[in-house]
């Protein structure tokens, strides 16, 4: 059974900073692409960032790329997004996936979600 565990979601001020964490288990992690998605209140879901087997390979979505970092331990089968420069914009509940065949920028291409970790930005 693949299980998803996202951690690190909180409060935090415009121009501040997270890092959230997924830890997997139940599945080949090391040859799993690893994404994060969020959603905002009243909102559908939308991509975040994504990552290949080996943690090199990254896409960003337009609206966070310089701001946020996607890395991952094979050893340790996290997944991790950093987040700086934090707008009010970004609050959302932010959920981590395992990609299962398709598009990476597409949820339908995930078929194993956590269950969200809030992340909550005041201006």
């Known amino acids: 059974q693949v299980q998803l565990v996202e951690s690190g979601g909180g409060l935090v001020q415009a121009g501040g900073s997270l890092r959230l964490s997924c830890v997997a288990s139940?599945?080949?992690?090391?040859?799993?692409?690893m994404g994060w998605f969020r959603q905002a209140p009243g909102q559908e879901r939308e991509f975040v960032a994504s990552?290949?087997?080996?943690?090199?390979?990254?896409y960003y979505a337009d609206s966070v790329k310089g701001r946020f970092t996607i890395s991952r331990d094979n050893v340790k089968n996290t997944v991790s997004l950093e987040m700086n420069s934090l707008k009010p914009e970004d609050t959302a509940v932010y959920y981590c996936?395992?990609?299962?065949?398709?598009?990476?920028?597409?949820?339908?291409?995930?078929?194993?979600w956590g269950q969200g970790t809030q992340v909550t930005v005041s201006s």
């Open positions: 139940g599945l080949l992690f090391r040859r799993t692409f």
């Open positions: 996936a395992a990609h299962y065949s398709g598009n990476i920028f597409q949820e339908k291409s995930y078929n194993n």
């Open positions: 990552t290949l087997w080996n943690g090199v390979t990254t």
